[in-house]
C-alpha cells in the first residue's frame, strides 16, 4: 500500500495512537515516523494537545493506488505464465528409455492362454448375437444387433491388430494364424494392413512418412478437385475411408494392401501379402456363397451392416487417436521428427463402457510407444509412465454416459478446422480452409 505523506514535510511524530479507517490503522503507531498524502481532510483532534494538524488523502485515493499496484503485479504474472506456457512441439526433457524404465516388468509379459480367452469370449459374443436375432427375428432388435455385431466386429480386429504388434504371443505363428482368421473374417487383408500399419507406427507424425490419418500439404490439400476435398472432411463420409484406403492408400500415395508389387512392400514380403489376398478373397467367396443360402437381404442384415458400423468404429478410433484435441498437436518432418517426438502427440481417449469391450486401445499413447505391451497391460503401464511424461500427456476427457457421444463433437470440429499442414517448415501444424468450413455448416 503505498504510504501517507506529510502535505508539504518529510514527516511528523505521533504522540498518541490515532483512530484510522481499518485500511490504515494497522501503519500508524506510537513513535512512528510516517509519510502521508495531501489532502484537505483532517484526521487529528483539535481538542488533543499533543496532536499535530495535517491534511492527508482519502481512503478512496489510497484504495485506487493499491488497485493500481496490484493490477501490476497480475499483468506481470500473466506475462510470465505466457513466457513459460508448455510448448508441445519442443524436444522432450527425457527418453524413450526413462518412459520404459518407469513401466514395471511384469507389464511386458505377454500370455498366449489369457490372449486366446479374449477371442473366445469375443467369437462366442458374435455367433451368439447372429443365432439370438436370426432366431428372433423381429424389427425391433435388429438396430441393436447391428450396433452391438457391429462393434464386437471392431472388438476382433483390435484382437488381430495385436497379432499384427506380436504383443499377442511371443509365437509368431500363432499370431499369423490368430491374425489371419480375426482379420480375414471382417475383411481385412491381414499381412498387407500389418505391414502398412507397422509403417505407421515407425513413422508417426511425419509428414510425408506416414501412414495412416496423416495430415495432406497445402499442395496437395489444393490440387484435389472440390468433391474429394468435400467428401473427406464432411460426415460421414471419412468414416467410411477405410476399405478405400485398403485399395488405394491415401490421398498423395499409390499402392494397394492386396497386391504385393505395391510400393508399400519390400520384395521379400510379397509372400505374405499374396496369403492375406488369398485369405481375403476366401473370406468374401464365403460371404457371396452364404448370398444363396440365407438370402442377400438377411446377409445384408446379419453381416453387410454389422461390417459397416466396424468401419466406422475403426475410422472414428482411428481418426481421433491422432487428430482432435483441444491444443494443436504438431507434425514434424526433417531432422525435428523423432519417433519419440512423433509417438508423443497420440492422444488417449476414454470410450465409457466400450473401453473394455475394445480392449482399452483407447490407451493410445503408451500403445504406440512401445506396441510390444499387450492389450491388458496398457492402463497400468500408462498410469506409471505418466509422471515422465508430465505435460507430454494429455488425461483424456472422461465419458459422462456408457457411450462416448462427447467424441463426436471433437470428431466434428476437428473435421472443420484441421485440414492440411504447410509445405515447408520442420514443425507443423494443422491449418483451416475457411471455405470449406463454412460449406459444412
Not at 515407425?202 to 495412416?212: I, L, M, P, Y
Not at 511424461?389 to 472443420?416: M, T
Request: with cysteine; proline share 7%.
Amino acid at each position: 500500500m503505498a504510504g501517507l505523506v506529510l502535505s508539504g514535510c518529510g514527516g511528523i511524530k505521533i504522540k498518541q495512537p490515532l483512530l484510522l479507517q481499518s485500511s490504515t490503522r494497522r501503519f500508524i503507531n506510537n513513535n512512528n515516523i510516517i509519510p502521508l498524502l495531501c489532502s484537505k481532510v483532517p484526521i487529528f483532534s483539535p481538542n488533543n494537545p499533543d496532536s499535530v494538524a495535517a491534511k492527508v488523502s482519502a481512503p478512496l485515493r489510497i484504495q485506487l493506488i493499491e488497485e493500481e499496484e496490484e493490477e501490476t503485479i497480475i499483468n506481470g504474472l500473466q506475462q510470465e505464465e505466457e513466457l513459460l506456457k508448455f510448448d508441445a512441439g519442443a524436444p522432450p526433457p527425457f527418453k524413450l528409455g526413462d518412459i520404459r524404465a518407469a513401466i514395471p516388468k511384469h507389464c511386458w509379459v505377454k500370455d498366449p492362454w489369457r490372449s486366446m480367452s479374449y477371442v473366445a469370449r469375443d467369437v462366442a459374443i458374435v455367433l451368439g448375437l447372429a443365432a439370438a436375432v436370426a432366431h428372433l427375428n423381429t424389427c425391433l432388435l435388429w438396430p441393436l444387433y447391428w450396433a452391438a455385431q457391429g462393434t464386437m466386429f471392431w472388438a476382433l480386429f483390435v484382437l488381430g491388430h495385436d497379432c499384427g504388434h506380436g504383443s499377442f504371443s511371443n509365437n509368431p505363428k500363432l499370431n499369423s494364424v490368430v491374425g489371419h482368421l480375426l482379420h480375414s473374417s471382417i475383411l481385412v487383408p491381414y499381412h498387407g494392413w500389418r505391414i502398412s500399419h507397422r509403417t505407421h507406427h515407425q513413422n508417426h507424425g511425419h509428414v510425408e512418412h506416414d501412414e495412416s490419418w496423416h495430415p495432406l500439404t497445402e499442395k496437395t490439400f489444393k490440387s484435389l478437385d472440390w468433391m474429394t476435398r468435400t467428401l473427406r472432411f464432411s460426415l460421414p463420409f471419412p468414416m467410411l475411408a477405410y476399405p478405400f484406403y485398403l485399395w488405394n492408400r491415401s490421398p498423395g500415395k499409390s499402392g494397394s494392401h492386396f497386391d504385393p508389387n505395391s510400393d508399400l512392400f519390400v520384395p521379400v514380403e510379397k509372400k505374405d501379402v499374396i496369403t492375406s489376398t488369398i485369405c481375403w478373397t476366401t473370406m468374401l467367396a464365403l460371404l457371396f456363397g452364404l448370398n444363396f443360402v440365407v438370402g442377400p437381404m438377411q446377409m445384408l442384415k446379419l453381416y453387410g451392416i454389422p461390417y459397416l458400423i466396424n468401419v466406422m468404429w475403426l475410422d472414428f478410433v482411428t481418426y481421433l487417436h491422432h487428430h482432435g484435441h483441444e491444443d494443436k498437436l504438431p507434425w514434424y518432418r526433417g531432422k525435428e521428427w523423432s519417433y519419440l517426438r512423433g509417438g508423443l502427440t497420440t492422444i488417449d481417449r476414454d470410450y465409457g463402457w466400450i473401453n473394455k469391450i475394445h480392449h482399452d486401445i483407447g490407451t493410445h499413447v503408451i500403445h504406440h510407444l512401445f506396441p510390444q505391451i499387450p492389450h491388458y497391460h496398457l492402463i497400468e503401464a500408462t498410469e506409471a509412465a505418466k509422471p515422465v511424461l508430465g505435460k507430454y500427456y494429455r488425461e483424456p476427457k472422461k465419458s459422462s454416459s456408457p457411450i462416448p457421444f462427447h467424441l463426436l463433437g471433437e470428431l466434428v470440429r476437428s473435421l472443420k478446422k484441421d485440414h492440411y499442414v504447410s509445405d515447408t517448415g520442420d514443425v507443423l501444424y494443422y491449418q483451416t480452409d475457411h471455405k470449406l468450413s463454412s460449406r459444412g455448416k
